[in-house]
């Protein structure tokens, strides 16, 4: 069963210093999310794309974070410069359609 | 920020026993999905219901709608270890383009 793959699945980084996280979705999935979960609470969208094209990044500090998925495939999410209050759980989905998202597994950072 | 609230924050009961969760949102809504998060895991989509729709069923699973109280419930019966789990509800509203809004979630344990 085709998987949305992520990596790295962790991270530990020192607040300051620049971290990537990439994201392959499901083949022939347009749509491509990308969630931050703190502990405790539920994803909240950061942004979206459709194909190469943002959506919705209203969400996005883009002070720090940046966010592109150049051929419509693969997607990486830079912050820079990470802060504490950026630990959390990075999780990106993909969709075929616009209801049904399949999550990949995640990336957990960890800022000290 | 968070559109809905699920209660209650945590829930433990014993293996075979019906589990309820309810979600609660504020705005009017499309649709409002269902998701499972096992523990440091990605999430999982479980079921969909359309804001015309009052019950939906998807195996041990029975997710209802009320629209004028802004409510959903979820009840998963004869639950199993497997089942522990967090559950989240998340709602798209009309002209946003699918953007899922998620609530905190309930922890659920099932005690074997």
């Known amino acids: 069963e085709a998987e949305v793959a992520q990596s790295p699945r962790y991270k530990i980084t020192e607040k300051s210093q620049a971290v990537a996280f990439w994201c392959d979705p499901i083949?022939?999935?347009?749509?491509l999310y990308w969630y931050r979960q703190i502990l405790g609470q539920g994803p909240e969208l950061l942004v979206q794309?459709?194909?190469?094209?943002?959506?919705?990044d209203s969400q996005l500090p883009k002070d720090r974070f940046s966010a592109e998925r150049l051929k419509g495939v693969d997607s990486t999410l830079k912050i820079q410069p990470a802060e504490l209050g950026d630990s959390a759980m990075y999780l990106c989905?993909?969709?075929?359609?616009?209801?049904?998202?399949?999550f990949g597994p995640g990336t957990r950072l960890t800022v000290t | 920020s968070q559109q809905g609230e699920e209660d209650p924050q945590a829930l433990s009961i014993q293996e075979g026993e019906n589990a309820t969760m309810n979600c609660s949102y504020k705005?009017?809504?499309?649709?409002l999905q269902w998701y499972r998060q096992n523990s440091g895991r990605g999430l999982v989509h479980l079921i969909l219901?359309?804001?015309?729709?009052r019950e939906k069923h998807s195996g041990r699973l029975r997710v209802t709608l009320d629209t004028s109280k802004k409510s959903s419930s979820l009840l998963i019966t004869a639950s199993r270890a497997a089942d522990t789990a967090s559950y989240f509800c998340?709602?798209?509203?009309?002209?946003?383009?699918?953007?899922?809004?998620f609530g905190s979630g309930t922890r659920l344990l099932v005690r074997p």
């Open positions: 794309f459709q194909d190469e094209s943002v959506v919705d």
């Open positions: 083949s022939g999935h347009a749509t």
């Open positions: 219901i359309r804001s015309n729709e």
């Open positions: 998340a709602t798209d509203a009309p002209d946003s383009s699918y953007k899922l809004i």
């Open positions: 989905a993909s969709s075929p359609t616009p209801y049904e998202q399949y």
């Open positions: 705005t009017s809504i499309n649709n």
